[in-house]
């Protein structure tokens, strides 16, 4: 099987900064997309920022001029710098792309990494 790996998460005071990286578990093509999501708790897992291959992004609007999404062709590997952090960003963020896997295209997901903002 082919999956996500995310990794960067972790404890952090309002104001600060973290990276979160994630990148597929076995060499794989990734079709076209990828994106970051979170899920607070008690919350639904929510779309955070998307990239396109090409490199056009979008965020939803909570954490626009905060956040930046960004791709590493290459390596496979996307990228969440997050700035500016506020405690309402906790949550566990996940990584999503569809990976090329025995011959189909898989909607792949990470573990999470788990994101707390607090003082």
């Known amino acids: 099987q082919v999956q996500l790996v995310e990794s960067g998460g972790g404890l952090v005071q309002p104001g600060g900064s973290l990276r979160l990286s994630c990148a597929p578990s076995r060499s794989t093509v990734i079709r076209k997309d990828m994106a970051w999501y979170r899920q607070a708790p008690g919350k639904q897992r929510e779309l955070v920022a998307s990239i396109t291959r090409g490199g056009t992004t979008s965020y939803t609007d909570s954490v626009k001029g905060r956040f930046t999404i960004s791709r590493d062709n290459a390596k496979n590997t996307v990228y969440l710098q997050m700035n500016s952090l506020k405690t309402e960003d906790t949550a566990v963020y996940y990584c999503?792309?569809?990976?090329?896997?025995?011959?189909?295209?898989?909607?792949?997901w990470g573990q999470g990494t788990q994101v707390n903002v607090s003082s």
């Open positions: 999503n792309a569809d990976l090329w896997y025995s011959g189909n295209w898989v909607d792949a």
